[in-house]
């Protein structure tokens, strides 16, 4: 069982850098791919992007490829979302997802799920 809390988001402008962070209690976070997803207003809740067990390989949506990076330190059961050139289009709320499979991109593939950070891009 893990427990994941996102923090770090919040209003910008068009261009500016975020960090969002995600907590993660329980002994077996080293076991989980983590992933983050965004949902928008009105749509669907979308992959953003995907880090393996070891943190060793990433996989990312093509919309945001090149702009963001996630990482992870198991050790300190975390996951972070470094996300610069932001746009309004990345306007949403961010979740951090647990999930057994590489590389799950769909929300189906995740286990747990954090409760969201907002993320408001202003242009």
């Known amino acids: 069982q893990v427990q994941l809390v996102e923090s770090g988001g919040g209003l910008v402008q068009a261009g500016d850098s975020l960090r969002l962070s995600c907590a993660a209690s329980g002994r077996t976070f080293s076991r989980y791919v983590m992933g983050w997803f965004r949902q928008a207003p009105g749509k669907e809740r979308e992959f953003v992007a995907v880090i393996s067990w070891n943190g060793g390989s990433t996989y990312y949506a093509d919309s945001v490829k090149g702009r963001f990076t996630i990482s992870r330190d198991n050790a300190e059961t975390m996951v972070y979302l470094q996300m610069n050139s932001l746009k309004p289009e990345d306007t949403a709320v961010y979740y951090c997802?647990?999930?057994?499979?590489?590389?799950?991109?769909?929300?189906?593939?995740?286990?747990?799920w954090g409760q969201g950070t907002q993320v408001t891009v202003s242009s």
């Open positions: 997802a647990a999930g057994r499979n590489w590389p799950a991109s769909q929300a189906s593939e995740y286990i747990h």
